[in-house]
DNA sequence: GCAAGGATATCG
DNA sequence: GATATCCTTGCA
């Protein structure tokens, strides 16, 4: 489990940022899905990320989980990110398995979910989670309300997007907890 | 600073 | 059917 610490925004084809921007897709079908459920990407050919649906059934947007601070489980978040580093090319041979290794070791919990690679990794989530309904109490993956709930929030220009042109590239749909160490670097 | 990696949307 | 590109990461 891990306490969200920074989101993305992303909306229909009006946001040129968003995977939506072409219209419904084959890839990006889910984020016409029902609100609270599970849009899960491929990217970069390595990093799977997580994003929640959020408006209405029909209509595509969605949040990008970009970073948690890790409350509990972190020995299974490990092996998660162990397996994906796992596959890596510079972790191919026994020399780079072992500095990997190292690497992961050296990481501290509050580290392990630090990017929306690493969410995906430590939880152990893949494409396959598309569609999951996170709002289910017993799915296995699912959001749940923080008790005692709000702190300070800041904001600012989404990451990795420049492709979208100045507009969009600009608007402040990056949202995190200022100060906390998960927030991705 | 930049390669790895595979899917994907678009173009020919 | 081929190819430029991608909501990233960890290495040089």
């Given at each position: 489990m891990g306490r969200i610490v920074e989101v993305e925004a992303y909306g229909d084809?009006?946001?040129?940022?968003?995977?939506?921007r072409f219209g419904r897709t084959p890839r990006n079908?889910?984020?016409?899905?029902?609100?609270?459920s599970a849009y899960v990407y491929l990217v970069y050919g390595m990093y799977d990320c997580l994003n929640v649906v959020t408006g209405p059934d029909g209509s595509a947007s969605a949040v990008l989980i970009r970073a948690l601070a890790p409350e509990s489980g972190m020995a299974r978040m490990r092996a998660g990110r162990s397996a994906v580093a796992g596959r890596r090319r510079s972790a191919r041979t026994a020399d780079g398995q072992a500095r990997t290794s190292a690497r992961l070791e050296r990481t501290p919990d509050y580290r392990l979910a630090s990017g929306p690679g690493l969410v995906t990794a430590a939880l152990g989530i893949d494409t396959t989670w598309t569609g999951t309904d996170l709002c289910d109490p017993g799915s296995a993956l699912r959001l749940e309300a923080l008790p005692g709930g709000s702190s300070e929030i800041a904001s600012g220009p989404r990451i990795g997007?420049?492709?979208?042109?100045s507009a969009h590239a600009s608007l402040p749909w990056r949202l995190w907890v200022p100060g906390d160490p998960s927030v991705s670097g």
């Open positions: 084809a009006a946001d040129r940022a968003s995977h939506a079908a889910a984020m016409f899905g029902p609100p609270g997007i420049d492709y979208a042109g």
